[in-house]
């Protein structure tokens, strides 16, 4: 089985490089910069994994977050933020993350944490 992961990020040329990399690894990608339909988007699809900036144009990835966590549907799903920033001091039990990869990110570093996440 193809796994889907659903990427959100406005940062265009990260989005598209991660999405041929984790296409060469098999995986089924949705990369989404438009944060107007997510929560729906999600919820139609009910990917295996989000990937999520931390830092985007209309929320933050911690808000979107807790949307997900809010939604009983979408509370299970994995999630994985990127960002540059230290946001530890902003996470809550509501909007915390699976797991944080630090930009700039090895790409070996993130597929590790999506095998490991994936496969729980």
């Known amino acids: ?48 994994l989000i990937i999520l900036d931390y830092l985007l144009l209309e929320d933050t990835g911690l808000e979107i977050i807790e949307k997900i966590r809010k939604n009983v549907s979408l509370a299970s799903i994995p999630t994985i933020m990127t960002t540059g920033h230290d946001i530890t001091e902003l996470l809550t039990k509501s909007n915390s993350p699976d797991d944080i990869i630090m930009k700039p990110f090895d790409i070996d570093h993130l597929i590790e944490k999506i095998v490991r996440l994936l496969s729980k």
């Open 1 to 48: 089985m193809q796994h889907k992961i659903y990427i959100i990020d406005d940062e265009k040329d990260l989005l598209a490089l991660t999405q041929l990399v984790l296409e060469k690894h098999n995986y089924l990608v949705f990369p989404v910069q438009d944060l107007t339909y997510v929560l729906e988007e999600i919820k139609e699809l009910k990917p295996n």
